[in-house]
């Protein structure tokens, strides 16, 4: 008797750091929306910030929208600020400050996604990209260039390279569509 093997696909814990703006035009929410179209498609859960607006709420409304498990995560001050905002149903993570947020969504993610966003999106994917060149964690981190928004971060980060103060190896990636930020993150789980 052979041993049956599932043809199921395996669910990623997916975290995805971006803004509560919608930014200066719509093609950031919309690319937000299609992440979250990817990954409940792929039944793949989502982890974020718990937001229901900008880019944000699109991923979340995406996710939703196509079956996804959505996991939020939010400190209880911006909770009770956001208490109005549209949310799909999700588990809500309630947190004591920004920080221990940043850590929970870490804890819980097979790997990340940098979608457009401010300073909390930066500060997030600093943090994730600084653990994988420590070598602390070794998570795919995947940004999507959405309109050239990460091009002056990558000058940035090829003129502190020139300088010597990064190595060779960026940490991360870089991709133009939210679907292919998907298959990459499914690449490197499929190549442990």
Not at 71 to 98: A, H, K, Y
Not at 112 to 125: A, H, N, R, S, V
Not at 161 to 189: H, N, Q, S, T, W
């Amino acid at each position: 008797m052979g041993v049956e093997l599932s043809t199921e696909a395996v669910s990623l814990a997916i975290c995805v750091f971006c803004g509560a703006s919608q930014g200066d035009s719509p093609v950031y929410t919309e690319a937000g929306y299609q992440l979250g179209k990817q990954l409940g498609s792929r039944f793949h859960r989502l982890i974020y910030g718990a937001g229901g607006v900008g880019v944000m709420g699109a991923v979340a409304r995406g996710a939703a929208e196509y079956g996804a498990k959505i996991v939020g995560v939010i400190p209880s001050f911006l909770r009770e600020r956001e208490m109005g905002d549209d949310i799909p149903p999700q588990e809500i993570i309630i947190t004591t400050n920004l920080a221990h947020r940043k850590t929970t969504m870490m804890n819980l993610a097979d790997g990340f996604i940098g979608l457009p966003g401010g300073y909390g999106t930066m500060d997030e994917m600093f943090e994730v990209i600084s653990m994988s060149a420590l070598g602390v964690e070794r998570r795919p981190v995947v940004l999507v260039n959405t309109n050239g928004f990460w091009d002056l971060f990558l000058e940035l980060v090829d003129e502190l390279g020139k300088r010597r103060f990064l190595p060779e190896d960026k940490y991360f990636i870089v991709v133009d569509d939210p679907a292919e930020a998907i298959d990459r993150i499914e690449f490197a789980r499929d190549a442990r």
